[in-house]
């Protein structure tokens, strides 16, 4: 379905928990990140734990390590490879880093499945530490938006990739996501698109106060197999649509032409038969 753009959130969507806690609670470095929370926007926060792990000795290996065996369901991959076999545009927007992301989904063998990914650059600098800025610099120039954090718009990411769908005749996007975060992209969303967010998580809670909001229908799912059931379902509803429409199109245009039959002026029409009364 080349029409079809779908959007994954990464943290509790793709994974099932977020990559930043899972990578400095099982490095040990929970302590000191408890510490500088209060004081440090998160995204800032993770790059100075990566310093910190890094003057401990953690090397790039360790972090990879660690991120290869995060848990998800099972059922995430196949929806993910699936929908990919369908001709689905897959894209990640995502509050986590591209260091984590790319590390997870290569080693579950899916990266390919993904044209882009929208996400906090994170890159090995030449001391072999890991970088993590933010998406938005919102030192010189901040988004604005009071619905999200100040290193990422998710809507501002939404709104730049309806502009190229519109560019390249695709047509529907499948949003899905669970944080807070998740809320600002699912208001930017339009009639006929689709919003699914996961149930009993902090974006499903301010749709459900705020549903008069969104345009888009609204799906949720608890977790990967019901992700799939219903990404698939809806991947299947839409192409069906789509050929109901294409078909109703071909009919109208070529299958159903009125012929007009020319009758030329020696050519005249049958007279009227007497009637005896």
């Not at 977020?18 to 302590?31: F, I, K």
């Not at 689709?194 to 229908?217: G, H, Q, S, T």
Request: proline share 6%; with cysteine.
């Amino acid at each position: 379905m080349a029409g079809i753009v779908v959007v994954f959130d990464f943290d509790k969507t793709i994974i099932d928990l977020d990559s930043d806690n899972w990578v400095v609670d099982e490095l040990g470095a929970t302590q000191l990140f408890d510490q500088l929370l209060p004081s440090m926007p998160w995204n800032s926060l993770m790059d100075r734990m990566m310093k910190e792990l890094h003057s401990q000795g953690k090397t790039i290996g360790d972090i990879e390590e660690v991120l290869n065996r995060v848990p998800l369901h099972p059922r995430i991959v196949p929806a993910i490879k699936s929908a990919h076999a369908l001709g689905c545009d897959l894209r990640v927007v995502s509050d986590a880093n591209l260091f984590f992301i790319e590390t997870i989904l290569n080693h579950l063998g899916i990266r390919d499945c993904f044209t882009e990914i929208n996400t906090n650059p994170g890159y090995v600098d030449e001391e072999g530490r890991l970088r993590i800025v933010p998406y938005h610099d919102f030192h010189s120039s901040p988004h604005g938006c009071n619905l999200c954090p100040p290193n990422m718009c998710k809507g501002l990411i939404i709104e730049r990739i309806q502009a190229s769908m519109n560019k390249e005749g695709k047509k529907k996007i499948i949003y899905l996501g669970d944080g807070s975060g998740d809320f600002c992209p699912s208001l930017k969303l339009k009639e006929g698109d689709y919003m699914m967010p996961r149930k009993d998580f902090p974006v499903w809670d301010l749709i459900c106060k705020n549903r008069m909001l969104l345009r888009a229908e609204i799906h949720e799912w608890t977790d990967g197999e019901e992700l799939e059931r219903v990404l698939l379902q809806l991947i299947n509803d839409i192409s069906i649509e789509e050929k109901h429409t294409t078909n109703s199109t071909q009919l109208l245009s070529g299958d159903c032409k009125f012929q007009t039959i020319p009758i030329s002026t020696h050519e005249a029409l049958p007279l009227a038969l007497p009637v005896r009364y």
